[in-house]
């Protein structure tokens, strides 16, 4: 088997395990392999293959692009900023509060209801631990 034979069937596997890897890195890769290996085979391999190509990678840095966007406030803080932040409580048992627009679990001294409003005290682990709030405070 060619060499470009090769390059090009290695670049569409790397396409299809991106699929299941979700990176959008191992697809750019599989893209680029594959153009090497069609412009080892001959010029009318690489127009063929140059479309396609330009679009799965079009759309992979758009994706990856797009998964850098999403992150959200919490993400760009350190988890020892969220102390003194307020939050809600959205489940009792096992208490799940939301902070910064996200659930995290959470502890507390007194039992605390659907609804309550909470201050962030400290974060053990994965877990916030919380206060109720106090009107006013």
Not at 65 to 70: D, K, V
Request: aromatic letters at 4%; charged letters at 20%; one cysteine or more.
């Amino acid at each position: 088997m060619s060499q470009g034979l090769c390059l090009l069937l290695a670049g569409v596997g790397l396409v299809v395990l991106d699929c299941v890897l979700n990176t959008g890195v191992v697809a750019m890769v599989g893209v680029v392999c594959a153009w090497v290996g069609a412009y080892l085979m001959g010029t009318k391999y690489l127009i063929a293959a140059l479309p396609p190509g330009a679009f799965v990678l079009l759309m992979q840095v758009a994706a990856v692009l797009r998964r850098t966007g999403e992150s959200s406030d919490v993400l760009l803080k350190s988890v020892g900023e969220l102390k003194g932040e307020e939050g809600i409580v959205i489940r009792e048992d096992p208490l799940l509060v939301k902070v910064c627009g996200e659930p995290w679990r959470a502890v507390s001294k007194t039992r605390l209801r659907r609804g309550e409003r909470v201050v962030v005290l400290d974060v053990k682990g994965n877990k916030l631990v919380v206060k109720p709030k106090k009107i006013g405070e």
